[in-house]
T-cell receptor, first 115, second 114 residues
């Protein structure tokens, strides 16, 4: 079984500050990992994904994440927060090589950006 | 434009009533999913379908039913057996071949109880 833990249900940063959203996963096989973003009353939009290869992946809107197998982590970062980054962020995992249609989501982290 | 359309955007259910949420996609995706979102609980899988005329229960299927008669459509019925239906419902789809788990989401339906 796979699971995702997002540390911190709410993160608040100042505009221009570093954004760090934490995600740890559990998977019995090599995982595929994802970050999605959700703006109020909207669906989810894919930010970035890790499947195989380079462990540092870049996504849209200046976000990136690093897959660290030894730490079972996939933290999301952005060097400088913008007001438009305020949203809820979800980390998700699917298992490679198996029935990889299903995603397991974390409970989400709400990002607030202060002016 | 290709995408996933959910309707209605807002829905109200009376006691004892069944209601149906619509989900249509024109992405030619084989797999479709229904999730329920409650504040602070993330997304929980209700049902999913990998091909037409086949679907499987997710983690919280009780009180819900689905059908998959057409590739592009995957309606969800919230039955009167679902005692706490108030939530935000999200539909998603993904390709089957070469799939690495990327799912594309609709804009959601917010269901409330009158």
């Amino acid at each position: 079984a796979q699971s995702v833990t997002q540390l911190g249900s709410h993160v608040s940063v100042s505009e221009g500050a570093l954004v760090l959203l934490r995600c740890n996963y559990s998977s019995s096989v090599p995982p595929y990992l994802f970050w999605y973003v959700q703006y109020p009353n909207q669906g989810l939009q894919l930010l970035l994904k890790y499947t195989t290869g380079a462990t540092l992946v870049k996504g849209i809107n200046g976000f990136e994440a690093e897959f660290k197998k030894s730490e079972t982590s996939f933290h999301l970062t952005k060097p400088s927060a913008h007001m438009s980054d305020a949203a809820e962020y979800f980390c998700a995992v699917s298992e490679s090589g198996g029935s990889n249609y299903k995603l397991t989501f974390g409970k989400g982290t709400l990002l607030t950006v202060n002016p | 434009d290709g995408g996933i359309t959910q309707s209605p955007k807002y829905l109200f259910r009376k006691e004892g009533q069944n209601v149906t949420l619509s989900c249509e996609q024109n992405l030619n995706h084989d797999a479709m999913y229904w999730y329920r979102q409650d504040p602070g609980q993330g997304l929980r899988l209700i049902y999913y379908s990998q091909i037409v005329n086949d679907f499987q229960k997710g983690d919280i299927a009780e009180g819900y039913s689905v059908s998959r008669e057409k590739k592009e459509s995957f309606p969800l019925t919230v039955t009167s057996a679902q005692k706490n239906p108030t939530a935000f419902y999200l539909c998603a789809s993904s390709t089957a071949s070469g799939n690495v788990g990327i799912q594309y989401f609709g804009a959601g339906t917010r269901l409330s109880v009158l």
